[in-house]
């Protein structure tokens, strides 16, 4: 039988994501949760350091021939095979108790994100996405659901998300940022890797953020794609390389790039 290549890769980060779902369920909302501020003045969790050592431990020893990138411990590793990861995404929301939050697991192989897993355990929701293998929302394979992105065809019909309206102004964009919105049919700040993640499920066409880092990213990608979607940085560069984000049904992609760009906001 002809085993699709990424699936034992797949088997053993769901694995992994089951054993951190425990654990950072068991802090959430914990009375001695303990947090600090880092250099960049985003907050950090005892939370956020406990998962990705936990992350990090099982990798070491289930594939501790691959290089790992985590947001709160760096690089560690040489190879050609690479898993990024963020221990909890959306940590703001954590540390004050709002359920919007997931630990992110990508494999990058030579240059290409192959796998992704989105856990949101407080959500009581999961994606996950391999090269060739699909996207699907689900706690298990037996009760996984297949994702495929929305059939909408114009931006005046698209529901539109994004996490906030900080760093469009800094990109000198908000004025174009404004007329995306404009331009839509519904907006809703859903924010974080659930904007996402509603893009791969159909339920909302297109999502973007200014600001991002690669780990905030590298897990969306594979699953935004395998169900059918696109995934971009703001100059239309495919993959999470960017520094910023698009995500779209595919469809509109191309139209919510040319809106964006459209109108600068030092243009007279």
Known sequence: MNIPRYSDDLQVALGIADRVDVFTMQRFRAADLTVETKPDMSPVSDADRGA???IRDMLGQFRSRD?????????????????????????KNFVRGVPVWATL??????????????????????????????AYNGRSATSARRLSVSNVHKIEDASFSYSSLGGWS???????????????????????????????????????EPELELYDMAALVPIVTEAGGRFTSL??????????AIASNGRLHSAALEIL???????A
């Open 105 to 134: 697991i990508a494999l990058e192989e030579k240059g290409e994100i192959v796998l992704g897993i989105v856990s949101a355990p407080a959500l009581k929701q999961r994606w996950y996405a391999a090269k060739g293998l699909g």
């Open 235 to 244: 100059d239309g560069t495919d993959g999470p390389w960017g520094g910023n």
């Open 52 to 54: 990705e050592r936990l």
């Open 67 to 91: 290089a790992i990138l985590g947001e709160e411990e760096g690089e560690t590793g040489v190879s050609g095979r690479r898993w990024i990861i963020d221990p909890i995404d959306g940590t």
């Open 261 to 267: 760009d459209s109108v600068r906001d030092d243009d």
């Open 170 to 208: 800094q990109r000198n964009q908000l004025r174009g940022f404004m007329r995306l919105a404009q331009s839509c049919w519904r907006t809703r700040a859903y924010g974080d890797f659930w904007s996402y993640m509603l893009v791969a499920e159909g339920a909302v066409d297109v999502a973007a």
